[in-house]
């Protein structure tokens, strides 16, 4: 089989990658402050910002092909820790372009929708960046950097994921279903609108952006929906009675990091290439189905 070597595969995406490839792939995964034993993956624990340790790991690994998942991709803490960001979000993903251009090899980078400004959605591939926080500047600059160094790689622009996860980084709805269960107050913008994707449709489209795409590509979901509206849809499919959802503006909450108001993508040409996502509806019920089977599955996953 070929190597693929996934960088991050204790983080929510890198995780779910992983476990979609296994078998078909020989996996190579990198981990950092998050150790993982995933079955048939071979986790090698390394700092990706320390170009000799990565030039050392393409040496030793020879991978087939890259996809590079892992990021530091909490907007607070890019905001509040620039350097750190810039030296994870776009000097490492630099670098590893500069290695899979040196073998030819594919390489698919996750990027993100907070490119955007949020004021004229949904955006297309096409349309100029603008990014309000620190995240998505870094985020941009390692885009364009990338395909100046790179131009055969793919740069897959990913809207809000959701679903479960492994021991490392959750889902942002693992913690909602965790404090819905409970009874606790969630707060949530009624004025921020995004294209969510469940996890493993977004890693299916990066799987199919290896072999498919160069250049950028957008992998969001079919439907825009508001952080309110997506709790009480929620609430609604895993009936959460006893869920309190408070309905709040961007304003009302202070943050380190700006938050565009619609990031919402158009994602046409992912689906014209075979992505196939589930509306957020239905991929709710497939996630509290398997909720359901195994019930561990919040806190194991």
């Not at 595969?9 to 995933?38: C, D, M, Q």
């Not at 907070?114 to 591939?125: A, I, N, Q, S, T």
């Not at 364009?144 to 131009?151: H, V």
Request: net charge positive; with cysteine; charged share 20%.
């Amino acid at each position: 089989m070929k190597k693929l070597l996934i960088t991050g595969v204790s983080g929510f995406l890198g995780w779910n990658i992983a476990k979609l490839t296994r078998g078909e792939w020989h996996v190579f995964g990198t981990v950092y402050s998050h150790p993982v034993r995933i079955p048939d993956v071979n986790a090698i624990r390394m700092d990706l910002t320390n170009y000799h340790e990565l030039k050392q790991l393409f040496g030793d690994v020879r991978p087939d092909a890259v996809v590079h998942a892992a990021a530091a991709s909490d907007p607070n803490f890019c905001q509040l820790n620039q350097a750190a960001s810039f030296r994870i979000n776009v000097e490492a993903s630099v670098n590893i372009s500069y290695l899979c251009a040196d073998s030819t090899i594919p390489y698919v980078f996750t990027s993100t929708d907070l490119v955007f400004d949020g004021l004229k959605p949904p955006y297309r591939e096409t349309d100029p960046v603008g990014p309000v926080s620190v995240y998505g500047e870094h985020k941009a600059q390692a885009e364009e950097r990338i395909l100046t160094s790179y131009p055969k790689a793919a740069v897959c622009r990913l809207a809000l994921m959701f679903g479960l996860s492994g021991s490392g980084r959750k889902s942002f709805i693992q913690p909602m279903i965790t404090a819905m269960e409970k009874g606790k107050e969630l707060s949530l913008f009624v004025d921020e609108f995004r294209t969510p994707i469940g996890v493993r449709s977004a890693a299916k489209g990066l799987l199919l952006a290896l072999n498919e795409v160069t250049g950028v590509i957008h992998l969001g979901g079919v439907d825009r929906i508001s952080r309110y509206d997506f709790g009480k849809l929620m609430q609604r499919i895993f009936t959460f009675e006893n869920a309190k959802i408070t309905p709040c503006k961007q304003n009302d909450i202070r943050m380190a990091a700006p938050r565009p108001p619609d990031v919402s993508l158009d994602s046409s040409k992912a689906f014209a290439l075979g992505v196939k996502p589930l509306s957020v509806a239905k991929e709710l019920q497939h996630i509290r189905a398997e909720l359901q089977n195994v019930p561990s599955a919040l806190e194991n996953r």
